[in-house]
């Protein structure tokens, strides 16, 4: 069987600080995904990438960036981090058209 | 627009009862893929069952199954002999494939809280 797995598993970071966020999977899954999750919320896409190399943007990538140098690795980048922010940004990958599996999250808080 | 609704924030019900949780959907696809997950209170989400668009049969997997009405854009998930770890909250996702584009749309999901 295979993981996703996330790094960090929280992360506190000051407010105007970059800082990045990573995602390995060992599936060999084409396509991964970055969602946030605010508290008691749904899951809103940041970005995907359907192959090495591509990007895409969801409804939330304004404040991010994205990097998928590998087809094994999926990074986020938070430009610029927000006072008091508090998420949990999810990981996700697919093979073909199977369903989407998920990593455990990263928790951000910014002081 | 919201492309993937559910209506329903919370529902409680007793141990053992069966629950259907709503879920309805925006598309122009003729082809696309409709999942339900359960995000548990560690915060894991795990995926338990689908329904392809083309698929006239309704999925069923153990004590999960789906109520796909096509015309209605609507694909609910009815949970049977509910137990204690079903408590969770409960997603609907879509995945649209459309030219240069691949989204997994999530609602915001139903809490599910099974009383003794």
């Known amino acids: 069987g295979g993981i996703i797995t996330q790094t960090p598993k929280f992360l506190i970071g000051q407010e105007g600080q970059k800082l990045t966020l990573k995602c390995q999977q060992n599936?060999?899954?084409?396509?991964m995904y970055w969602y946030r999750q605010d508290s008691g919320k749904g899951l809103r896409l940041i970005y995907y990438s359907i192959t090495e190399n591509d990007l895409q943007k969801g409804d939330l990538s304004e404040g991010y960036d994205a990097s998928r140098e590998k087809k094994s690795s999926f990074s986020l980048t938070v430009t610029s981090a927000q006072k008091n922010e508090m998420a949990v940004f999810l990981c996700?990958?697919?093979?073909?058209?199977?369903?989407?599996?998920f990593g455990e999250g990263t928790r951000l808080s910014v002081l | 627009a919201q492309k993937v609704t559910q209506t329903q924030t919370s529902i409680s019900v007793v141990e053992k009862t069966t629950v259907t949780m709503d879920c309805v959907y925006e598309t122009r696809d003729s082809s696309y893929f409709l999942f339900w997950y359960k995000q548990t209170a560690s915060g894991e989400i795990v995926f338990l069952i689908r329904q392809d668009s083309y698929k006239k049969e309704n999925a069923t997997v153990g004590h999960y199954s789906l109520n796909f009405q096509k015309p209605k854009s609507s694909i609910g998930l009815i949970i049977t002999a509910t137990q204690i770890e079903d408590s969770a909250v409960y997603f609907c996702a879509m995945r649209e494939v459309t030219e240069g584009a691949d989204r997994l749309t999530f609602g915001k999901g139903t809490q599910l809280i099974i009383q003794p």
């Open positions: 599936f060999n899954h084409d396509t």
């Open positions: 996700a990958s697919r093979r073909l058209n199977q369903a989407p599996l």
